[in-house]
């Protein structure tokens, strides 16, 4: 009897579904959400004979572990010299660290931080856009979606009937 697994968007979830026969193109509705026809995945599973300890199966491209240390100690300099009174000079740090992370503001975000480096004041900057930063994800991965969308979905460990 096999098991399937298949993705909510909406809930950003992955459930598993036992069926009692092999049916590869049925799709269940959210058990959480009730969104219809949830996405199949592909379910993964390994061998590991023949693999040591020290094999690196990550899958994560090599890095250049010195450069990535400059830059971290670059950010970590330039944060400590920011003026706690200068609200532009915040934004520009804010928009530099997402520029290193590959990260794009959200457009109320992106308006906040156009404020703030023109030199308004952040309480009336808040008063404004209060109500659009708390209901939009504040960053995107660059051409990826919201940046809840990088965290790996989140596994229900129910087995729900096909």
């Not at 979606?145 to 990088?150: D, Y």
């Amino acid at each position: 009897m096999p098991i399937y697994e298949f993705y909510c968007p909406d809930c950003h979830t992955i459930y598993s579904f036992l069926s009692l026969k092999v049916d590869t193109g049925k799709r269940p509705d959210c058990p959480q959400c009730r969104r219809p026809e949830l996405s199949r995945q592909v379910s993964l599973f390994s061998i590991s004979r023949g693999l040591t300890e020290d094999d690196d199966t990550s899958g994560l491209p090599d890095l250049d572990e010195s450069k990535m240390e400059q830059a971290m100690r670059m950010m970590e300099q330039e944060a400590d010299r920011l003026d706690g009174d200068d609200p532009g000079q915040a934004a520009r740090f804010m928009k530099k660290l997402c520029d290193s992370a590959g990260l794009k503001m959200g457009p109320g975000m992106e308006e906040a931080m156009r404020r703030l480096e023109a030199g308004q004041d952040p309480e009336q900057v808040e008063a404004e856009l209060g109500d659009v930063l708390e209901n939009e994800d504040p960053f995107f991965a660059s051409g990826k979606g919201s940046l809840s969308r990088l965290r790996p979905p989140a596994k229900d460990e129910t087995i729900y009937d096909l």
